[in-house]
């Protein structure tokens, strides 16, 4: 699973993603200032094809409030 980060608005360094699979539920953070313009990989998961299957990208990145931006575009599903 990828995420593009945008190359615009992305200051966070820790955005924080949650992938729901069938193995549970997964917290992935990342450096969005790091990856501007760019895909990052979340990793590889299971899915089992219903609507308990999602990604979502939480507002709440622990640092100090307004001081950075998260942005989003796209996510991407590939399969092995």
């Not at 450096?31 to 089992?48: E, K």
């Amino acid at each position: 699973m990828f995420v593009y980060v945008p190359g615009r608005h992305a200051t966070t360094s820790q955005a924080r993603y949650w992938i729901s699979h069938s193995d549970g539920l997964t917290l992935r953070v990342v450096d969005q200032a790091a990856n501007r313009g760019h895909w990052v990989s979340l990793g590889t998961y299971r899915f089992r094809g219903t609507r308990r299957d999602y990604l979502s990208l939480a507002d709440v990145t622990f640092e100090p409030y307004l001081a950075q931006r998260i942005a989003f575009d796209a996510a991407r599903w590939e399969t092995r």
